[in-house]
């Protein structure tokens, strides 16, 4: 078994104005790594501790199984430490989960995001959260194999200066988000459905996403509107194949 219990004393100046409050002056690391079998090993815990953040980790890998099972978490109970680094005043909360299951070459990837009580600027949102999961379309061995993307996001209670930002008689959700998209080894992102919802209008979006330099764009779009009541308007799809180069 291995245990390593550890605190790291910053002095005064070491780090930069904008890093300091999320870091602190200590920080506090906790590890326990158990080996189960030759070829199993268990990570029991893993803790990090600083001024503005936490971090808590815990997982197993099995080699004679091709098995993993993890799931790391990075929490910032408030994030007015990290006002410095934005140049700008924060408030809220966010807490990043990243957990990983299945075949030790070829796990499936999930990510969440639980964030509440932002502000920035002049803007204030309630209540903010994404969830994407990734899955490997071969082993990975010594390059990226490609993957097949699939997630939502949702934001509520968006206000601006105090206000609610909505048409009247909106409830719920101010914007969704629903993605399926396939990255492979090479090659533009195919995007296989991109549906929003925002302020009372849908939109669909399909095609492929570059990234290298400049931007380029398909101009071969179909859009379909309908007058949806109290004078939203609804669009229905807009398809196209939008590229980045």
């Known amino acids: 078994r291995i245990g390593i219990d550890g605190r790291l004393d910053v002095a ?24 189960t079998s030759p070829q199993r090993v268990e990570l029991q815990a893993l803790h990090l501790g600083a001024a503005g953040l936490g971090l808590e980790g815990q997982g197993n890998g099995d080699l004679a199984a091709n098995t993993v099972e993890g ?101 719920g959700s101010l914007l969704t988000l629903d993605l399926a998209a396939m990255a492979p080894a090479q090659g533009p992102i195919e995007i296989h459905k991109a549906l929003l919802q925002a302020l009372g209008a849908h939109a669909s979006l399909g095609g492929q996403f570059r990234a290298d330099a400049g931007v380029e764009r398909d101009h071969a779009v179909e859009r379909s509107v309908e007058r949806a009541p109290h004078g939203v308007h609804t669009v229905d799809a807009v398809h196209g194949c939008p590229r980045v180069f």
Request: charged letters at 15%.
């Open 71 to 171: 799931r790391v978490t990075l929490d910032v109970p408030d994030l007015a430490v990290a006002s410095g680094l934005a140049k700008t005043p924060l408030q809220g909360r966010a807490a990043l989960s990243l957990a990983a299951t299945g075949a030790l070459k070829q796990p499936v990837v999930d990510l969440t995001l639980d964030a509440g009580g932002l502000g920035y600027d002049t803007y204030g949102v309630q209540q903010l959260t994404v969830a994407l999961q990734a899955k490997l379309l071969a082993p990975f061995e010594t390059t990226f194999p490609g993957a097949t993307l699939t997630g939502n996001a949702s934001v509520a209670g968006v206000n601006q200066g105090g206000k609610p930002v909505a048409p009247d008689g909106t409830q």
């Open 12 to 35: 005064p100046g070491v780090l930069p104005p904008d890093v300091e409050p999320l870091i602190g002056r200590t920080v506090d690391l906790s590890v326990r790594l158990q080996p």
